[in-house]
Every structure is written in structure tokens, then in C-alpha cells.
């Protein structure tokens, strides 16, 4: 069944009710449901869905980005272990208690940096998200990222979460650059793929939600049939790995002129007439080694070619200024 859920901030979301009621028809169908800072939608999705729907949710102001102030400070555990402890009573178990609609909280946001001092402050974090019933999205990594040489940390953060089998996850976000998802493959779409083969090597698999999805590095909407073609070609590759949860499309609301609510109607039908993926083995993806490039062939190795690292620090610089205004 198709992967396509959505990402919601404040703002308008004229027909998501509609979508709900649709799309709650087809049994098979597991929505993922992203909410930053306005919860409502959630509550919304768990009352139509029950358990079906994943609701992940993240703050805004403190936190929404990273602890860059705390990461400098020190890699001592038992410093960390402080941090963690504070971060989690001041600022998560009172929005966790206030809502239980979300089962999935994420404590930071595209903090493509500190990537050692992270996998040790979710280690020190879980305990008590597990302490209330509540689950962690880890690292939701800016698209482009998270580099090669961040996979030994974050697959042993991940086997560490793994044995605690309390539910947690990985999430990261895969925008297209300038123009479609299609097309910014496999440096930036579907990425995720290059990691995830080496969390199956490293026998570190943990669920993945693409929590950020979209055209245009998320500025804006791009039309009806570009964006139902886009999430057509995307959803393809996701229904094939048992991993992936399934991604949030940004965005309903008032985020730049990025607000997709037009296009609710035909995303819920392309919803509802995909239960199967199309075939494409064609095209091989998994492991990344080869992907078809305008009828050509590009070769891509585990570790990254030049071209790769290249586009990844591009899109990190951009993303980082992106960043900056995303924090509302």
C-alpha cells in the first residue's frame, strides 16, 4: 500500500478531514501524520485511524533545531546524561503528557552536526521517553545528509535503541533541490537507501520515517499533476523497503508558498488505487550501485562518489540557511 503520508504545520489545511475519511476506507492503508508545533491535526488523524495512523510530532523554539550551545560544552556522558535528563522534564514530558496523540516525538531537526555527541545524547534520552510510554524519531538529518562518515555512529546509536526494542526510530528528510524528487536521486532522493545498506550490514536496522519529503527544497508547491507524478515515482521505491514506515509530504499550511491542500483530493485517490507497487526492477537501487540517469548509467559506490559528497555539502550549506527561517 502506498507510503505517502503528510506534514502539517499552522495554517490552512482546507480538505484534510476530507482526506482522512477517504483514505481510512482502504484497510491497508498506515498514514503517516507529521505535526510541528499544532497538534490538532494529529488528534484529528488518531480519531479517523485509531493506531493505524503514525503521529509524529516536534516542537518549535527550543529545540527544533539543535543543542549546538550544549554539544560544545563537553562529551563527558555524565554531562550529557545531565543534559538529557533536563531537556526531557523541562521541555518533552510536558508536551508528552498534554498529548497523547503524539507516538512519536522528535528532539531535534536537521542538526547535521555533532553527529558522536548526538548518537550519546539519544542513548542518555531514551530511558525516559521509555520511562513515559513515548517513542524518539533520532537525527531527522537535513536532506543530503547524513555523510559516510556518520554511518558507524549512527548505526551504533541505532543497535543500541534496537535492543532496547522500545520503538524508536530513525528519521531523516529528502527534499529535490530545485525541481522534483525525480530526478535528484540517489544523492539527495532516496539517499536513505545508501545508509539503510549499511545498517543492514551492521545488523542495525531500526523503522524509518522520511519525515520531510518534497520538490524545490520546500519553498514551494508545484502543482497538482507535478506533485502526484513526483510522490508517484517516490512512493514506488518506498512500498519496496519493509524498513520504511513511510514519509511526510511537505507540507498543509503556512510554510513560504509550499502549502500543497490542493492537491488532497488526487493524492487521496492515487491513494486509494495504489495497494501494489508498479514494477520497476529495471532499476536497481538496493544496494546502491547503479541508477538510471536520462537513459544513462551513473555508478555509485558504498562510500560515496565525488559528485555525491559535492551535492551532500551543497545541499547542507542551502539547508542551513533554509533552516533559519523553518523555526516558526
Known amino acids: ?50 493506531d493505524r495512523a503514525l503521529t509524529i510530532g516536534r516542537m518549535t523554539s527550543y529545540g527544533w ?11 563527558d556522558p555524565m554531562y550529557i546524561a545531565s543534559v538529557a535528563e533536563y531537556t526531557f522534564n523541562t521541555f518533552y514530558r510536558p508536551q508528552i503528557e498534554a498529548h497523547p496523540e503524539i507516538d512519536v516525538w522528535e528532539p531535534s531537526n536537521e542538526w547535521s552536526a555533532y553527529w558522536e555527541w548526538q548518537a550519546l545524547w539519544y542513548g542518555a534520552l531514551s530511558p525516559f521517553f521509555i520511562s513515559v510510554g513515548a517513542r524518539m524519531g533520532i537525527y531527522a538529518c537535513s536532506t543530503g545528509n547524513p555523510p559516510d562518515s556518520a554511518y558507524p555512529t549512527i548505526a551504533r546509536c541505532a543497535k543500541l535503541l534496537q535492543a532496547q526494542n522500545a520503538g524508536h526510530i530513525l528519521t531523516l528528510h529528502e527534499y529535490g533541490l530545485y525541481n522534483g524528487l525525480k530526478g535528484s536521486d540517489p544523492d539527495l532522493a532516496l539517499r536513505y537507501r545508501r545508509l539503510y545498506q ?87 537501487y ?23 559528497i559535492l551535492a551532500g555539502a551543497t545541499v547542507f550549506i542551502i539547508s542551513r540557511r533554509m533552516r533559519k527561517r523553518k523555526s516558526t
Open 1 to 50: 500500500m502506498s507510503k505517502i503520508g503528510l506534514h502539517l504545520v499552522f495554517g490552512s489545511r482546507t480538505g484534510y478531514g476530507d482526506f482522512l475519511r477517504e483514505t481510512v476506507t482502504s484497510d491497508n492503508y498506515h498514514p503517516v501524520i507529521k505535526c510541528v508545533g499544532d497538534f490538532a491535526p494529529a488528534r484529528q488523524a488518531k480519531e479517523v485511524f485509531g
Open 65 to 75: 533545531e539543535g543543542f549546538d550551545d550544549y554539544a560544545s560544552s563537553g562529551s
Open 198 to 284: 549499511y545498517l543492514i550490514e551492521q545488523d542495525a536496522v531500526i523503522p524509518l520515517v522520511l519525515s520531510e519529503t518534497g520538490q524545490g527544497n520546500g519553498s514551494q508547491f508545484v502543482g497538482v499533476d507535478a506533485f502526484i507524478s513526483d510522490y508517484e515515482w517516490y512512493d514506488d521505491f518506498l512500498m519496496r523497503d519493509d524498513y520504511v514506515l513511510g514519509c511526510a509530504a511537505w507540507t498543509l499550511g503556512n510554510w513560504a508558498s509550499a502549502n500543497f491542500q490542493q492537491a488532497l483530493p488526487a493524492l487521496a485517490q492515487y491513494i486509494l488505487a495504489h495497494p501494489q507497487p508498479i514494477d520497476l526492477s529495471h532499476k536497481s
Open 286 to 308: 538496493l544496494p546502491l550501485v547503479q541508477s538510471n540517469h536520462n537513459d544513462g548509467q551513473q555508478d555509485v559506490t558504498l562510500l560515496g562518489a565525488s559528485a555525491s
